[in-house]
């Protein structure tokens, strides 16, 4: 075995070489393996670094608001005023409020409260998630409240209406020969009014929304919506004019009840009909609404006449008028 001096001066024999290169060889491999090690560590690692965004993903965040526009009426059907001074409250399955609003006097469609209902991903305690259902309590000064029907919830920007009654409803059911169920609701404070009248006309039994006692074609449930009398067969909700200029939107007159708002329905055919909603317009330049309100003055009574525009390319097309 050779010997060698080292560069320190020190005796070196070949052995020591030899051992030298074993423990180099050793450390060579050690490194490329913690390489290999680190490596793995990291793509173990990686889906790691990528769940932290996930997990801010599925937390809840705002989306927006919905806006519920709508009619709160009194017990005859007519839209109430600022004057009634009622709260108009949405509260969610928690029983908290989320979004509340006074009645205002009516625009010239009739609306009288504007409620804007806060989103989030998920429902909270202040907020609605998108198709929610939400309660509607109504709230007077006085402190008397009303639970009324519920208010679906839509999507963000988006605008729903809504129309509401401020009395204790009392439910009517008919069904007819093919067994389909209609159902109506009248105030009971309705009914007690009429009770008096049934009795002079030697009416038996209780009040029925669904007949027509003074035989005029409009049953006794839409006379109460009208504000008519159903007891005097010249006093009914119809069509009392109508013109269509060619190439213009349609006219239809109408007797109208102050307080209450109108809209028109239409279909293509009066055999097997399928009445649906006509937008209509105040005048022939305006633009289109839902439903129009021709007077606020509950006294006020007397001609209005509405505009509509008719399906293009239809042969035949029919309207009518419908208290809201």
């Not at 239409?266 to 609404?289: C, F, G, I, R, Y």
Request: hydrophobic share 40%.
């Amino acid at each position: 075995m050779a010997d060698f001096i080292g560069c320190d001066g020190s005796f070196k024999t070949s052995a020591d070489f030899a051992m030298r290169a074993v423990d180099s060889g050793k450390s060579d491999f050690k490194q490329k393996k913690d390489k290999i090690m680190n490596r793995r560590m990291k793509k173990i690692m990686m889906p790691a670094v990528f769940l932290l965004p996930l997990a801010v993903c599925a937390a809840n965040f705002p989306v927006g608001t919905h806006l519920v526009k709508g009619t709160l009426k009194d017990w005859r059907n007519k839209v109430l005023t600022s004057s009634a001074a009622v709260t108009i409250q949405a509260v969610n399955t928690n029983g908290s409020v989320i979004a509340s609003t006074t009645v205002a006097d009516p625009t010239a469609d009739g609306y009288n409260f504007l409620l804007q209902i806060p989103l989030s991903s998920t429902a909270t305690d202040s907020t609605a998630a998108v198709d929610d259902t939400l309660n509607c309590v109504l709230v007077q000064d006085s402190g008397l409240s009303l639970a009324v029907d519920p208010i679906p919830v839509g999507h963000a920007d988006t605008v729903s209406t809504v129309s509401l009654a401020f009395v204790n409803m009392k439910s009517y059911t008919s069904t007819d020969d093919k067994g389909n169920e209609t159902t109506v609701s009248v105030p009971a404070e309705y009914v007690d009014t009429i009770a008096p009248w049934m009795e002079a006309k030697e009416i038996e039994g209780d009040y029925d929304p669904f007949a027509d006692y003074d035989q005029d074609g409009a049953s006794n449930y839409l006379e109460y919506r009208a504000g008519t009398n159903p007891f005097f067969e010249f006093d009914k909700l119809a069509i009392s004019a109508y013109a269509a200029p060619q190439g213009a939107p349609h006219a239809l007159s109408f007797e109208y009840v102050g307080g209450h708002v109108y809209g028109v329905a239409t279909t293509l055919s009066l055999v097997n009909p399928e009445w649906a909603t006509q937008p209509v317009m105040k005048s022939e330049t305006d633009s289109e609404h839902e439903q129009v309100m021709p007077s606020a003055d509950e006294e006020d009574v007397g001609m209005a006449t509405i505009y509509v525009v008719p399906a293009e390319g239809a042969t035949s097309q029919f309207f009518r008028v419908e208290a809201k």
